[in-house]
């Protein structure tokens, strides 16, 4: 068994995901206070070892961006998605990454989409 885990971080544009990360890694990848997201693709952060075992994060561009925003929802799915299909190894975790305070049903829905239509239930979210 394979002492790497490979992670998927997702959600709504501006909720936190690329902070979550940099926390996690001690990274410094860019972020953003303003309503349209700072990722625009998705970025791979470097390795990150914990008790030996091997991060590997993938940070998603937002989903659910507002009008005018640079990433449309179409886009976003199609990057996450190839991800997905393009990668050999698999993933072993999806992180959704919402808004504190409440969950919204565009938050319910990108659930949805990931846990049921794409992963079809085989990796924990």
């Not at 390795?47 to 937002?62: C, H, K, M, S, V």
């Not at 886009?75 to 999806?94: H, K, P, Q, R, S």
Request: proline share 2%.
């Amino acid at each position: 068994m394979s002492n790497k885990r490979r992670i998927i971080v997702y959600g709504s544009s501006n909720v936190g995901k690329t902070s979550i990360l940099n926390a996690l890694t001690n990274s410094e990848c860019k972020t953003s206070s303003e309503a349209i997201g700072t990722t625009f693709k998705t970025v791979q952060f470097p390795l990150f070892e914990r008790n030996g075992i091997q991060y590997e994060f993938f940070d998603t561009a937002g989903l659910n961006e507002t009008e005018g925003g640079l990433v449309s929802q179409d886009d976003a799915c199609d990057n996450i998605l190839n991800l997905i299909m393009e990668t050999l190894d698999g993933f072993n975790l999806l992180i959704l990454v919402v808004r504190i305070g409440a969950i919204l049903q565009a938050d319910k829905n990108n659930y949805d989409i990931f846990v049921n239509d794409l992963t079809r239930n085989q990796v924990p979210t």
